[in-house]
Structures are given as structure tokens and as C-alpha cells.
């Protein structure tokens, strides 16, 4: 591939955070986000402008922010003539701006101005579309694990997982293997139906005010058990409450499938009621059996 982005042929940078650990440098960063920026990410005030071949419009701030998120360093801006700022990255010595192309001429990249997130995110507006686009890459990144093999690693430190799955019990959906998973990198989640109690929830405290979690995924799956019990109206003597809790998110859904993903978007719409920290990010999506591919863009 050929890039034309402002410093694509500087020093590479690595990641710093093990989540990312498949981003080997800022043009692989680049190939994964030319895949997810879009018009619903881009500024609202440039969206007119946005395209799919100018694809970097809109985007400077919440990229710059979100590479400083996987290699560190500091986010600078460029004065534009309009009275706005271009943000772009400074690590070490090493200098980039992966959203440059929007720009006809070029730009004088100083690093004078040094930009503070608290101040751009400060916009709520603006602070949404920076974890839509995070979710997004997060999603990419996990869809390319599932498609890998499985990779042991010795298991020879203190827990440090970087994401929570809140998965079904059922035997058939195990993350680790799903995600292509290795020891300390999840902290699963595993209960019927993926319904949510008060277990759950100590669980889940505990996950993201003393493992510091902030990326929370809840993977419901087809062929689940519990949703069909509750569509059929089944019995259990210890069931009912999670048959009963199903019905209640589903209504009268008789398709299974459908049925699974509403369950489980009534569910962390929930979860987010229980942890209001607005940095974390709540997400799921819908694990095929049939396929074992997991698809995050059949949300209801």
C-alpha cells in the first residue's frame, strides 16, 4: 500500500498497551482505520464534506487522542485559518498526522500548541464519537483474533486483563477460544442467558474499579438455550427468575435470533444504569454457532 500521510516514513512507534499489540506501528494503525472512519465519526460541521475517498475529514481530534490511547506521547495542534486546530502526534522524536490528507496544502507542524484532552473532550458530542471510533477498532481488532488460531502463552503474572466479556454458560461459546485468547488478557463473565444479577454485578465492580477495565463486551450467541425456554414459556425451579427476566427484555419475539440480540442490548442498557463512569465502553454482539464468526454489525 502506498500512504501519503504526513510522516508515514518517520521512525515507527510500537504500541504500549498489549490490547494493541497487533497495531505494530502508526501505517498499520492507518490500514485499520481507513477501514471504520466514516461519516458518523467525522465532525458534524464537516460531514457535507466527508467521503468515502476523503475519508480523513473530520477526523483530526478524536484520532489524535485515540493514537496517543495506543502509543503514547502528545497530541499537538496546527492553527487553521478557519480559527479551528488540526491535532496531530508527537512521540519521542518521532512526529505523524494519519488524518493529513484532507488538507490541500501543507501544513506547519511546529509543535508549539499542545492540545489537552480534558479541554476537546469537554464536548460531549465530541468525546462520543472518539469511543464510537475506539469501539470500532476494538472490534476490528477482535474480529481479526477470532480468525486466528489460538496461541498459548504461559501464564507468569498478576492479573492485568484488558477487556470484560459477559458471555452465556453455554458450553459451546468460550471467549478465550472465540477472541484467540491467551491467559491474562479477559476477565469473563459466564451466566445464563447472559442475564445480569446481583452476582454478576459484584463481578463486574470488581472488574472495572480494581482491574481498571474499561472496554465491557456482552456476547450473546444463536441457539441459546435460555432465550428459547423463554419464548417457549418453559419452566425451571431455579430458572424461572432468568426466563422470566428474558421475557421481560423480549417481549413477544419469536425469532430466536433477534431475540438474543435484543436480551442482550436490553442488557447493557441495564449495565449502564449500574456504572455511569463515562469512560467505559459498554458493546455486544451476536456469536454464530454455525459460522463461529462473531458479528458486531447485526445490532439491534
Not at 14 to 43: G, H, M
Not at 113 to 125: G, I, L, N, T
Amino acid at each position: 500500500m502506498t500512504y501519503k500521510f504526513f510522516g508515514f516514513d518517520n521512525k515507527d512507534v510500537s504500541p504500549i498497551k498489549k490490547e494493541f499489540s497487533e497495531i505494530k506501528n502508526q501505517r498499520v494503525l492507518y490500514d485499520y482505520l481507513s477501514k471504520i472512519w466514516s461519516k458518523e465519526t467525522c465532525a458534524p460541521r464537516l460531514r457535507e464534506k466527508w467521503t468515502k475517498e476523503n475519508n480523513t475529514v473530520g477526523q483530526c481530534s478524536i484520532t489524535a487522542f485515540l493514537v496517543q490511547d495506543i502509543f503514547g506521547g502528545k497530541v499537538y495542534g496546527v492553527p487553521l485559518s478557519d480559527g479551528g486546530v488540526h491535532c496531530y502526534n508527537v512521540i519521542g522524536e518521532v512526529r505523524f498526522d494519519l488524518t493529513s490528507e484532507q488538507f490541500n496544502e501543507k501544513l506547519n507542524y511546529e509543535d508549539k500548541y499542545e492540545q489537552s484532552r480534558e479541554e476537546h473532550f469537554s464536548k460531549d458530542e465530541k468525546y462520543q464519537r472518539y469511543l464510537l471510533l475506539k469501539r470500532k477498532l476494538i472490534e476490528l481488532l477482535l474480529t481479526k483474533r477470532n480468525e486466528n488460531m489460538l496461541v498459548k502463552e504461559d501464564l507468569s503474572s498478576s492479573q492485568e486483563p484488558y477487556m470484560m466479556v459477559i458471555s452465556c454458560s453455554d458450553s459451546r461459546v468460550v471467549p478465550e477460544l472465540i477472541f484467540n485468547s491467551s491467559f491474562n488478557e479477559m476477565f469473563v463473565i459466564r451466566t445464563a442467558g447472559n442475564v445480569i444479577n446481583e452476582g454478576e454485578l459484584a463481578s463486574i465492580e470488581y472488574g472495572i474499579e480494581h482491574l481498571n477495565i474499561k472496554y465491557i463486551l456482552l456476547l450473546a450467541h444463536t441457539n441459546c438455550g435460555a432465550v428459547h425456554a423463554s419464548i417457549k414459556n418453559e419452566k425451571g425451579k431455579y430458572l424461572d427468575p432468568v426466563l422470566n427476566r428474558i421475557h421481560k427484555n423480549i417481549g413477544n419475539i419469536i425469532n430466536e435470533r433477534e431475540a438474543s440480540l435484543v436480551n442482550a442490548k436490553k442488557e447493557i442498557e441495564y449495565l449502564k444504569t449500574k456504572f455511569t463512569n463515562k469512560d467505559l465502553i459498554f458493546d455486544y454482539a451476536l456469536y454464530d454457532l454455525k459460522t463461529n464468526k462473531v458479528i458486531f454489525d447485526e445490532r439491534i
